[in-house]
């Protein structure tokens, strides 16, 4: 706890308060929360919807997929034929399982064109048995044949729309949604390593869906695009949605001298509109590739197609778009490298895909608009996180649907726990580290854990951040700082403290930036701050210090912070080494021994606001005064000063 100190020398001449709270600007951050939003509701509701998962998912390695769709928007309804190419990972596999939608109905399953036994459960279970018992690594495949009528629930999975009197069918499975139109496992444990999609639409329909277009057939009228996928694709990221979008690409030269495509299904009545819209993907894609590598699908696409949800859905190569807003290309393109490359392990960890992809619009506008909407987003995001004094990254509650799709903490605090390990780590230990974690075999093009980014963040870095994850990610809440600082001879002396917005953090050891101005010019002062009441001193020499501001680029979640200057006077308080103030943290009162000359006392709370009393027989009574942080000036009879002591009241 902290302990008394005097200001050898000191008089207060003047309290400043410095509150990084500037006001909201969320209009001006496009529809930043408006995406969180839009995301948070549809998932939720999907959560609770969900049932069981998939029994015996990680049995076995599904490793390749032919997936045949018949869709007509005009229609309610799919037809499919799916082929499945697997590898047990045990001894003695007998059976395959599925999660599928009651609502849909198997026509048959078979095996080299002999049926395979199966049952179908009211658990939504699809049951293959084999016929056979294959052994660990043994190779298998058979095909499921099934139609029917979606299950319709208002944020489906598999939904009708229609634009311009023209109807429009999509599919948007996360996080539970998979079987409500296909056959598939539905859990985070194994992605399909290769697909080939292929969609038979009516004349005049296009068909979006993963990978690269490799073809469109005509049969029997229709038509049939031909999408080849080879990146693994978790099951939740496979997508299609058709209608008479009108098509176009733009394309990102890269030095190399290739070419990414950015192929956009649009609905024809605002393509013109949509054109300049999506040309801003391009730049927003050159800044993402320099600082985490080149788009993870770039020998495919990336592409959009338009949709009649409000928001986005980052559909692996092919982003679902409600709109083209900066906000949500940047949000939907973000996710590509973190939730489609690397896809969090569970959905407890979904801050591994929405807090990058929340940081990582945060970076287009730092790379955009660094002195307008950078700043307003790291306002309105850290803002946003610390709305409330409590609450963690880390999802301590599974069974709330709430707490897992929280806006303000898996995106918004999510965001921010990054920025500051980039400010811990310098840049570019930082980015060097977020690319290990997306290009590392276990990671890359695979599931990823908390704990495997942190390894590699501690590996970059050189630094055991154990702490930072105990106080950021388990632990709740942020600090409050207060500073005090005074210009003595040549150098500037700073003593910093902090309070915590919530218990479950008795401290946060931070490297917390300090700015001031000498001789005009801004200069930083970094606050390795390990204990309370620590002192730091800095040779300045002779120098004219203006203004001292705490993390004014917001680089820390920190708000209430207070900057209290004490500067040098020639003028000598009386006595000011003879006085002892106890106790210190003090309660309901303070003594002050020797209590002879002492009259008057002012305390100075970390707003600046001033209390003062008379004193008889060296007894104080504060028991009015709020616990916290005070500068303590005691008087004498003529009302001069004495000594400047602190205190801290706690109860
Ligand atoms: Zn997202």
């Not at 395959?96 to 078979?110: G, P, R, W, Y």
């Not at 570019?428 to 590392?440: H, M, P, T, V």
């Not at 001031?516 to 390990?530: C, E, K």
């Not at 917001?554 to 103030?581: A, D, H, R």
Request: hydrophobic share 35%.
């Amino acid at each position: 706890m902290k302990t008394s100190r005097l200001y050898l020398g000191a008089l207060i001449l003047m309290i400043g308060t410095i509150t990084l709270s500037a006001q909201d600007d969320q209009s001006i951050i496009w529809d930043h929360e408006d995406v969180i939003c839009k995301e948070q509701e549809h998932a939720e509701f999907k959560i609770q919807q969900r049932g069981n998962r998939t029994a015996f998912a990680d049995q076995t390695d599904i490793y390749y997929q032919i997936m045949k769709w018949d869709i007509d928007p005009a229609q309610y309804y799919i037809t499919g034929e799916i082929t499945y190419f697997f590898k047990s990972k045990v001894d003695n596999l007998t059976a395959f399982h599925l999660d599928m939608a009651n609502e849909l109905q198997v026509n048959s399953i078979t095996r080299n064109a002999t049926p395979l036994t199966y049952t179908h459960t009211s658990d939504q279970l699809l049951t293959i048995s084999l016929g056979k018992s294959l052994a660990l690594g043994e190779t298998d495949s058979f095909t499921i044949s099934y139609e029917g009528a979606p299950p319709s629930n208002g944020f489906g999975s598999f939904e009708q729309g229609t634009h311009a009197g023209q109807p429009v069918i999509w599919t948007l499975s996360e996080p539970y949604g998979v079987r409500d139109w296909w056959p598939g496992k539905q859990d985070l444990i194994d992605k399909i390593d290769s697909v080939d999609i292929y969609v038979t639409t009516p004349p005049g329909q296009l068909a979006a869906s993963n990978g690269k277009l490799m073809s469109t057939t005509e049969l029997n009228g229709k038509l049939i695009p031909h999408w080849q996928h080879r990146y693994p694709i978790a099951s939740y990221l496979v997508a299609i949605a058709v209608t008479n979008y009108s098509a176009y690409s733009q394309y990102l030269p890269l030095d190399n001298g290739d070419t990414i495509e950015i192929l956009n299904y649009v609905y024809p009545e605002t393509a013109t509109q949509s054109q300049t819209e999506t040309e801003r993907t391009i730049q927003i894609m050159a800044n993402y590739n320099r600082l985490f590598g080149t788009y993870p699908f770039a020998a495919e696409k990336y592409g959009h197609a338009q949709f009649g949800w409000g928001g986005g859905m980052e559909h692996q190569t092919m982003s679902f778009m409600g709109g083209f807003s900066f906000g949500l290309i940047a949000h939907e393109l973000a996710h590509q490298w973190f939730g489609d490359k690397v896809t969090c392990g569970s959905w407890t960890e979904i801050w591994l895909n929405e807090g990058f992809a929340t940081y990582l619009t945060g970076l287009t506008y730092e790379d955009q608009s660094p002195d307008i909407y950078w700043p307003q987003w790291k306002t309105s995001t850290s803002n946003s996180a610390m709305s409330q004094p409590g609450g963690s990254v880390f999802v301590d509650d599974t069974t709330s649907t709430n707490r897992i799709f929280s806006g303000r903490l898996s995106y918004n605090k999510g965001a921010y726990l990054l920025h500051m390990l980039r400010w811990i780590m310098g840049d570019e230990k930082f980015f060097a580290a977020c690319r290990d974690y997306l290009d590392s075999p276990g990671t890359a093009y695979d599931f990823a854990y908390t704990a495997e980014l942190q390894s590699y963040l501690e590996q970059r870095s050189g630094k055991d951040l154990d702490e930072f994850f105990n106080d950021w990610y388990y632990g709740e809440g942020f600090p409050s700082y207060n500073l005090t600082w005074t210009q003595q001879a040549d150098s500037i002396v700073f003593w910093l403290d902090q309070t915590q917005s919530h218990p479950s953090v008795s401290f946060f050891e931070m490297p917390v930036p300090v700015s001031v101005v000498l001789n005009g010019a801004p200069q930083t002062f970094v606050l390795d701050h390990s204990t309370q009441g620590q002192r730091f001193s800095f040779p300045i020499g002779n120098t004219v210090i203006e203004n001292v501001s705490i993390d004014p680029e917001i680089w820390i979640l920190s708000k209430n912070n207070t900057v209290t200057e004490i500067t040098t006077s020639t003028y000598q308080p009386i006595g000011q080494n003879s006085f002892n103030v106890f106790p210190n943290p003090a309660q309901s009162f303070v003594e002050i021994v020797p209590a002879k000359d002492v009259f008057a006392a002012d305390f100075i709370d970390n707003l600046g606001r001033k209390w003062k009393t008379t004193i008889s027989a060296g007894r104080i009574d504060i028991s009015a005064l709020s616990p916290g942080y005070y500068i303590l000036m005691l008087k004498n009879s003529n009302g001069d000063l004495l000594s400047v002591q602190s205190i801290v009241i706690a109860r």
